[in-house]
């Protein structure tokens, strides 16, 4: 949940990479905001024609198609390295020391591992819709305005492979923790007590996150 989970950030080059990271994942999850709002647009435009001149937008469904991508992808990567994903915390929250950091080394490489394939197959999919010989370089495209599908496709990978890098540099810090039992680790989503979560989420639904 949404200010559950805390980042610390020092001078190692763990913090160092995670705050480059950051900036990059901040920059995807705001063009996936913008796509959700672009959305908002389109279906005011569509709807308002519709009822007004009885002529919706042509291809809003093939821009919706084309849009899924960002609006369900790209802020991944931004999610896991605040802990925003659904977590075990009342498992692993209960964890100390190198057993929290054990635990949290062997989640993260399953996701690393399961990303790492959706990576393959992603980009594998893309391949297969991306022609520089064909027509705007595609095989395929919508079946309303004849959008090409290759660009939706590629943002699939890339959003993955984003993800890919903040699980790799987690894996690392988890890993060094783990080694040198450092109670506030950098570059990993800590996880709170609970009265710091309910104070943490009090500040985030009233406007007042520091």
Request: proline letters at 6%; glycine letters at 8%.
């Amino acid at each position: 949940m949404a200010g559950t989970s805390r980042v610390l950030s020092d001078d190692s080059l763990p913090g160092r990479i995670d705050r480059r990271l950051y900036r990059l994942e901040s920059a995807l999850a705001l063009i996936s905001g913008f796509a959700v709002f672009a959305l908002m647009l389109l279906a005011v435009v569509s709807v308002g024609g519709r009822n007004l001149f009885n002529q919706p937008l042509p291809g809003y469904v093939d821009w919706i198609e084309q849009a899924m991508p960002l609006i369900a992808f790209m802020g991944i990567a931004y999610a896991q390295r605040d802990g925003g994903h659904i977590r075990m915390d009342m498992l692993v929250g209960a964890l100390r020391g190198r057993a929290l950091y054990l635990a949290e080394m062997v989640t993260t490489l399953a996701i690393l591992v399961l990303m790492v394939l959706l990576v393959w197959g992603s980009w594998a999919h893309f391949l297969r819709s991306f022609d520089p010989a064909a027509p705007l370089w595609s095989r395929d495209s919508t079946m309303d305005i004849a959008l090409p599908i290759w660009p939706a496709k590629l943002l699939v990978p890339v959003a993955f492979g984003t993800i890919c890098l903040r699980l790799v540099l987690q894996l690392w810090a988890y890993g060094r923790a783990f080694r040198h039992n450092d109670p506030a680790p950098a570059a990993v989503p800590l996880v709170a007590d609970a009265a710091t979560q309910v104070a943490a989420e009090t500040r985030h639904v009233s406007g007042h996150d520091t």
